[in-house]
């Protein structure tokens, strides 16, 4: 592939590829990647991009990593896939242990997914049938946050944020739920009652048509970057208790040490009913995602009408996914991580500091490893993109957000160069 020009690729994208959140007729310029290694893209041109995306959260070791080429092959020489029906294989099984010792006591049961999106559908899937298999079928609503994301199917989309979600498209075909704020507490504040009035107010109100609470524990991401009070979870947590109700996290962005612990429910001390990974479970090789729960709600759903969860997709638990992240998790694990977390948190934040100058940059905060510019006003994607690009690094903005979770593998002199990249665009459009 490396040998084809990139105006070529540039074309046939062009005339046939529909990207992300894009216009297919006034498409923005793509920029063709030919390699990726360690922290750098290389462009179809020859130019080499710092990545400041992770690929979305996903590439926690970078790109080419010498373990995760390793497990696909080895892995590709035993199977690439075989269907999870009636069969089971040695990646699957192991990394369910591993992902089960690994999240807190009380979420022993596995069911992998192809995404993060279907990981939520499954999450929601699992507290209705929980519910009615538990003789209580009113229980069909979930509550979710305002600037909260989690994914883009249907049942995922009717939990974003109604507004930057854009529910009013979909009309009547997305589920209603009910809405909370999003929690505004600051993540090194404790909360007030005031802090909670809404949502208790919900939960007291609707539990009997409430079958789960679903939450970004600690960073709302793709709805806003928002870093919050850990506070806030254990105060959800009780009052989840008190008023039957299940507590779904969603750490499909969090999960894998971006915010400086393990999983961002660890900040809070907090453990939810159901859990939902995504994004860096495979290092960002492979499309692989999971939805945890107790082995209470698993027996319960087990026990009921259908005897069985009904959900089962084809590429479930595929094999190389699997192994990748194995070899992923594990070497995570093998590294002083939490000090490198701590390392790029101090970068980012000394970094991007000189940002808060600006006139029209309402904040500057970082957590963990990522780090976020908020402006008054949202960036013209068309403008910005090229900057970056020209700069020598990979940034993606949204909104009125210019923000950052690199890659854990990214040294100091990249992280400089990164952070001063995003500063001089900023202080570029003002
Ligand atoms: C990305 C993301 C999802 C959706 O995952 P996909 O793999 O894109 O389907 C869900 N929840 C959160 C918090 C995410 O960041």
Not at 104 to 107: S, V
Not at 354 to 361: D, K, Q, T, W
């Given at each position: 592939m490396s040998t084809w020009s990139g105006t070529t690729i540039s074309t046939w994208d062009r005339q046939h590829v529909w990207h992300p959140y894009a216009s297919a007729t006034d498409a923005p310029e793509v920029y063709p990647v030919v390699s990726a290694a360690g922290v750098r893209l290389k462009l179809a041109d020859g130019r080499e991009l710092i990545d400041g995306m992770a690929s979305w959260w996903c590439a926690i070791h970078g790109y080419n990593n010498g373990a995760l080429n390793r497990a696909v092959t080895e892995q590709l020489h035993d199977m690439s896939h075989v269907m999870f029906g009636g069969l089971t294989h040695p990646p699957g099984a192991k990394l369910a242990r591993m992902l089960a010792e690994l999240t807190?006591?009380?979420?022993d049961r596995v069911f992998f997914s192809d995404s993060g999106s279907v990981s939520v559908e499954v999450a929601l899937k699992m507290a209705l049938q929980y519910w009615h298999s538990a003789g209580r079928p009113g229980k069909q609503k979930l509550v979710a946050l305002r600037s909260g994301y989690h994914g883009d199917t249907f049942g995922a989309m009717s939990l974003c944020d109604p507004v930057t979600g854009m529910h009013h498209l979909f009309g009547d075909v997305l589920p209603r739920q009910f809405f909370a704020p999003?929690?505004?507490?600051?993540?090194d504040e404790a909360c007030s009652d005031s802090d909670m009035q809404d949502i208790t107010e919900l939960i007291a109100n609707h539990h009997e048509e409430i079958a789960a609470v679903i939450v970004e524990p600690v960073v709302q991401g793709a709805g806003g970057m928002n870093f919050y009070s850990p506070d806030y979870l254990v105060r959800l947590r009780a009052l989840c208790d008190e008023w039957d109700v299940l507590l779904i996290f969603d750490e499909i962005a969090t999960g894998f040490g971006r915010t400086g612990k393990l999983f961002a429910l660890e900040h809070a001390g907090v453990n939810p009913d159901i859990l939902c990974l995504g994004k860096a479970l495979t290092g960002g090789y492979m499309t692989l995602a999971a939805t945890l729960c107790s082995d209470v709600i698993a027996g319960v759903i087990s026990e009921g009408e259908a005897g069985a969860f009904m959900h089962g997709p084809t590429f479930m638990a595929n094999p190389l996914a699997c192994a990748t992240a194995i070899a992923s998790i594990e070497l995570l694990l093998s590294q002083p991580w939490q000090r490198n977390i701590q390392r790029l948190n101090g970068e980012l934040a000394a970094g991007l500091a000189?940002?808060?100058?600006?006139?029209?940059?309402r904040e500057v905060r970082t957590l963990g490893a990522i780090g976020v510019i908020e402006l008054e006003q949202p960036v013209d994607m068309r403008t910005v993109q090229p900057l970056f690009v020209e700069r020598g690094v990979w940034v993606r903005p949204f909104g009125r957000l210019v923000y950052c979770m690199p890659p854990y593998i990214m040294n100091s002199g990249d992280t400089a160069s990164l952070t001063a990249a995003m500063v001089d665009v900023v202080a570029a459009i003002r």
């Open positions: 807190p006591a009380g979420l999003a929690p505004t507490r600051p993540f000189p940002a808060a100058e600006l006139r029209h940059v």
